[in-house]
């Protein structure tokens, strides 16, 4: 037994000393069942050390350079969906557009207003027994009102009427609310013969009128659009209020976004021309009673003409310094700028700046007539009545004030 295994390891010993002698790669094509003189089409590596076997990574795909044209896709790209159709505004067919001349306007019209009460919004008739006299020796023919119901319009509206004034009538709204009862107001206003001027939102672009609620320029444009619509339908004229020229522009583009251009026939704007103490012929900014022009360049822009403007605020109080290149305002200047101011509306009409009259600028209101709480009251003020503004302005005279086709 033990001499079989020798000879079983010496065959062995001689099996492994003629493979040693043989090449590697004649081995592999036996393995591979290769002719020794075929390469194989697939290449294998091996390794010096067999403790580990090498692999080849697989190759890094080619990317397209930032100005290489990628080839174009196989599918078909899905259509762009349409942009949202803004619904169009329903309104009435039969009402013709104003031209300024259209308008309506008070008898010995000398364009002269002021703003109204401003310390609560229900009247009593107590109060139009003391400011009736007053507006009437200052020859007021228009006044900027608030009121707050139904109730305000009929107790106000038979004494403007009977002292020749024509009221621009501003309900007491915040920039967020929305009211549904223009047309019963325009209705009463019609029927004590007063034309329906309605101014619809005060200051809508600034935060008093949002009670701390951020200020939101879409939500306010929906709520003029909703109630434009209602006025113009109710037979109402339009008055658009705004301090900020970019808020006028949105208002006039969702309006004709929803095709209800006709609005634009019988809308009037609203302006607030405050001075500080810049003096009445000052046109380097918005700051001063010459302000308003910078909104006629929107409309004109975005209309092509310029529907009437009746400032509704404005002008000067005593002790504003706040541009040091002029002084300070006192009670002699404050009596001179109003004279000055007033006077634009006199025969032949001339702007402090030279320039002539314009047809659209109706009145110019300032604040304020009364108040007993509010700086620049004329009458009743804490500060003390403006005796010498009152006493100036009354001491005028009568004129009517006359328009381009008044003199052809």
Known sequence: MQKHWNIVSALLVLIVIALLACSPQVIVKEVLGLNPDTTPTTAVAFATTPTRATFTPAATPT???????????????????????LPVLDLRTDLPALTLRDWPRPANDNGRCIHFLADRIYYTPRDFEIQMPRVI????????????????????????????????????LRAYNRYSN??????????????????????????????????????????????A?????????????????????????????????????????????????????????????????????????????????????????????????FPKVDEVLLARYYVELFNWFRPPGRLSNGEPLPDYLFAFCPWLLASNTTAGAWYDSFEGERTLLIQSVTKMGTFTRQFSWDKK
């Open 63 to 85: 990317l397209l350079s930032s100005t290489a044209t990628a080839p174009a896709p196989t599918f078909t790209r899905p259509a762009a969906p349409s942009p949202t159709t």
């Open 137 to 172: 020796d200052l020859q007021m023919r228009w006044m900027l009102v608030i009121y707050a119901d139904e109730n305000q319009l009929r107790l106000a509206a038979p004494h403007f009427k009977a002292a020749g004034i024509v009221p621009v009538w501003r309900r007491y």
């Open 182 to 227: 223009w047309e019963r107001d325009i209705q009463t206003i019609k029927e004590f013969g007063l034309p329906p001027y309605l101014q619809l939102y005060n200051e809508p672009d600034s935060e008093a009128e949002w009670d701390g609620r951020p200020i939101n320029r879409d939500a306010w444009v929906a709520n003029f659009v909703a109630s």
């Open 229 to 325: 619509r209602e006025v113009y339908n109710a037979g109402g004229f339009v008055g658009l209020q705004v301090l900020d020229r970019d808020w006028a522009r949105a208002v006039i583009r969702e309006i004709q976004a929803r095709k209800g251009e006709r609005i634009f026939g019988r809308m009037f704007f609203v302006p607030h021309a405050y001075a500080l103490n810049h003096p009445p012929n000052y046109t380097e900014d918005e700051n001063a009673v010459l302000g308003f022009r910078m909104f006629a360049d929107v409309f004109r822009e975005e209309l092509g003409f310029v529907p009437p403007f009746i400032v509704g605020e404005g002008g000067w109080k005593i002790g504003e310094a706040h541009d040091n290149r």
